[in-house]
């Protein structure tokens, strides 16, 4: 990995973090018809604007509801299929599928998700997840560390007290909670947490808005007890400390105070 490499990525993420959390983001990444009709109706369905079950409107009505010309339509549909929303039948129409069936691990989907004005069922789902796979990771991590990924850890840490913004702030938490999943050796898990993390921007934006910078030394410090741990082969205690940021963590977002 070459020096730059946590620059460039850092302002890729702060870019990504403002596209993901803001409306003005959102309208950027429609940059086609296509695009914007998966948009609209992919937040509509996630929304439960069109119910599971139910039929979305049929494409001469979504023409002219999206102002767009059927082309643009079916590929939209074809879109929302993939990733398992809806589903399509000759002579019978397109209708929303039950919620079992979506790509919860679609990037769309997820920020669909995040975007909810009362997304509390689908961020208590996310923390159930990250408590599955991110202890296990940091305890693998402590297991396989080596000289630069303990330096890396450390250097996030130290950048996670010295944020001057709360996206700078995000960005190094989502840095270090992806090197750690790096310095697990599994790729399974590092491509799963990629997933994850992507639905967690919209997320540390909110989180750091009631807390920034006043609670940012504390997240710090836990955080390097975490990069303490892995760098000394402290597996257990690796484990531990990554469930204690993760349970604060979501203390925060539910109004309550980071546990001790």
């Known amino acids: 990995m070459g020096n730059d490499t946590p620059q460039k990525t850092g302002t890729w ?8 959390a803001t409306p003005e983001g959102r309208a950027a990444r429609a940059s ?7 948009e609209q109706l992919g937040r509509a369905i996630v929304a439960g604007e069109y119910p599971p079950e139910t039929m979305i409107p049929l494409d001469p009505d979504l023409c002219e509801m999206f102002d767009v010309s059927r082309t643009v339509v079916r590929e939209a549909k074809k879109t929302l299929i993939a990733k398992g929303l809806i589903q399509s039948k000759a002579k019978v129409g397109t ?3 039950e919620a079992e069936s979506w790509n919860m691990f679609d990037e769309d989907v997820l920020r669909w998700h995040a975007g909810l004005k009362n997304a509390g069922a689908f961020y208590d789902e996310l923390f159930e997840i990250r408590l599955i796979f991110e202890p ?21 840490s130290g950048a996670l007290a010295g944020a001057a913004s709360r996206a700078d702030f995000a960005v190094a938490d989502y840095e270090f909670h992806r090197e750690v ?18 639905a967690l921007y919209s ?7 009631r807390f920034f910078p006043e609670g940012a030394q504390t997240v710090a410090d836990r955080h390097r007890d975490i990069a303490s741990a892995i760098c000394r082969g402290a597996s257990a205690e690796a484990r531990q400390a990554m469930q204690r940021v993760i349970e604060d963590g979501y203390a925060r977002v539910n109004g309550g105070a980071p546990g001790r």
Request: net charge positive; with cysteine.
């Open 181 to 198: 999943l790096r310095l697990s050796g599994n790729r399974f898990l590092l491509s799963l947490g990629d997933m994850v993390q992507t």
């Open 32 to 38: 086609s018809h296509t695009d914007f009709v998966v």
């Open 95 to 97: 209708h929303v599928r």
């Open 136 to 156: 296990a990771a940091a305890e693998a991590a402590a297991k396989r560390a080596n000289a630069g990924g303990c330096g890396r850890l450390f250097e996030l």
């Open 203 to 209: 997320l540390f934006m909110a989180e750091t808005h």
């Open 13 to 20: 993420l702060a870019h990504a973090l403002m596209s993901f």
